[in-house]
């Protein structure tokens, strides 16, 4: 009994013990497992955020290097500079010129032409031009980007007997981008209470050689709004939420930021949002795992890796797909204008080598397909026609769409079979289209230039070919002209900006 009686006692504790260890051991792997998740969470959050910060002032470059790009096609351009020798740009060049596509196309809202010490000779606002004194407030927020970009301007220049001669890099050839002399001062800070991208840069020609008489700079100044609506385009392309410019002091509690400029004092402007969180994601799909498999540590580290994996994979998918968004129509499938203006630059780098045709093609009678049968049926013609345009192109060229019924196709011939497949687009064009039970009928001009031999440059060579085009209009539509045919057409024909880029 006696026996039994200390037997007892020692079962019990063994009991307790194994317990108590058994407890302790579940206790230790569940809090190890909960302080993973938590690392995990933690360090989905970091990633995210870091990732976040980095898309976003990539971004923010992007559009500085955008806006000297579109600067640039002014600034170092034979006709502007040209224009210059009388010391300022008259308004017979600013209309047709400069200020429908700076404001409508690009959205400068200032377009000012200045010497170094300020004094401007030409302002144009929000496509117009106005007084010179107008343009003084705009003036005075740049002046420091004005005294960079002389000199920068300064340090280039050369003399060489008499003459001066700008000492700058040649462009890379391989690259796509417009070609940027690289003698600009770019920021974005505010003016006139709006956040925007200041772009000043001297007018040079595309020869870099400059008369002694001209040797002093005229600089033009550029100002490009990030309006709300930029702003959200941004969001979507990004995948962010909140995009807003505030001050650095005023930045939301739960916010993150990126700087905006070189301002860096605590009443500059900021670009602040709502960050996307995606720890939260991973303790939402990972916590009743972690539950269920409390004993399991190992395939917990497992499943914890496989989620983390999946986060990123998703963020990289996203980002990926911003890129092609940000390229192609989303209507066609076929590149936008900004991915089909990236391969024309690439084709102009290598067209000594490597001949191409531009094609321009326009449907005709694609208004009144709209009034009739509604959007619906246009969208449907738009969708057949970038199918027939993508089989007859296939691996010989590139088809876009341009914005509205314009299509454009960029072609590695500039002979037999430019004509052959020019033609042929219009066939496709006059093919009728099934619609809901109806018979849609539209049809086809189209445009061709060939480079070199049409133009060496972007803007030359576009506006040939859709002087092409409207020359095929006027000429009866459903038909193909080149830029050969316009030295036969009348110089006194009309030129209607309408009729020539929406008729039909």
């Not at 504790?13 to 058994?22: E, G, K, L, P, S």
């Not at 007018?203 to 709300?228: D, G």
């Not at 000594?352 to 531009?358: C, E, I, W």
Request: hydrophobic share 45%; net charge neutral; aromatic share 6%.
């Amino acid at each position: 009994m006696i026996e039994q009686k200390f037997r007892q006692p020692k079962r019990n504790r063994a009991v307790w013990a194994i317990h108590a260890a058994c407890t302790l051991v579940a206790i230790l792997t569940i809090a190890s497992l909960i302080f993973v998740l938590n690392r995990s969470v933690v360090e989905a959050d970091r990633f995210g955020l870091s990732a976040e910060r980095r898309l976003v002032a990539i971004e923010l470059r992007h559009q500085m290097e955008a806006a000297v790009q579109f600067q640039a096609q002014v600034s170092f351009w034979n006709a502007t500079y040209a224009e210059l020798a009388a010391g300022r740009l008259s308004d017979t060049f600013v209309a047709p010129e400069l200020a429908g596509w700076l404001w409508e196309d690009y959205g400068f809202s200032w377009l000012i032409v200045s010497d170094a010490d300020g004094h401007v000779s030409t302002a144009v606002k929000d496509g117009l031009v106005v007084p010179a004194e107008a343009a003084d407030a705009p003036l005075h927020d740049v002046e420091d980007l004005l005294d960079e970009a002389r000199r920068r301007y300064d340090n280039a220049l050369r003399n060489n007997n008499g003459t001066y001669t700008l000492d700058i890099p040649q462009p890379d050839r391989q690259s796509v981008t417009p070609i940027v002399p690289g003698i600009h001062a770019v920021d974005m800070r505010q003016i006139e209470g709006q956040m925007s991208i200041a772009v000043v840069q001297a007018v040079i020609p595309e020869t870099l050689q400059l008369p002694a008489e001209r040797r002093k700079p005229v600089f033009m100044v550029s100002v490009r709004p990030l309006t709300a609506r930029s702003l959200r385009e941004i969001e979507a392309k990004l995948g962010v939420t909140g995009l807003a410019f505030v001050p650095l002091s005023q930045r939301p509690a739960d916010g993150v930021h990126v700087s905006a400029g070189r301002c860096a004092d605590v009443s500059c402007l900021v670009v602040a949002w709502t960050p996307k969180s995606p720890g939260g994601f991973v303790r939402a799909e990972i916590l009743p795992s972690v539950i269920v498999i409390a004993i399991a540590a190992t395939l917990l580290m497992a499943f914890v890796a496989l989620r983390f994996s999946s986060v990123f994979s998703a963020l990289q998918q996203s980002e990926a797909r911003n890129r092609h968004m940000a390229k192609h129509d989303r209507l066609t499938g076929l590149l936008n204008r900004s991915g089909f203006d990236e391969v024309l630059a690439a084709a102009l780098l290598d067209v000594k080598k490597r001949p191409f045709a531009l094609i321009f093609a326009d449907l005709d009678e694609f208004k009144a397909v709209n009034d009739e049968h509604g959007h619906a049926a246009g969208d449907a013609v738009l969708v057949t026609m970038a199918e027939r345009y993508r089989l007859r192109v296939g691996a010989r060229g590139t088809v876009a769409r341009l914005g509205g019924d314009e299509f454009a196709v960029i072609l590695r011939s500039t002979g037999k079979d430019a004509s052959e497949l020019a033609t042929g687009l219009v066939n496709d064009a006059q093919t009728p289209i099934e619609f809901e039970g109806q018979v849609l009928r539209i049809g086809g001009s189209i445009g061709v230039a060939f480079a070199p031999r049409h133009g060496r440059t972007a803007r030359s060579l576009l506006a040939v070919a859709d002087e092409a085009l409207y020359l095929a209009k006027r000429r009866g539509r459903n038909r193909v002209q080149t830029a050969d045919d316009l030295s036969t057409e009348n110089n006194d024909a009309p030129d209607d900006e309408a009729d020539r880029r929406h008729t039909g």
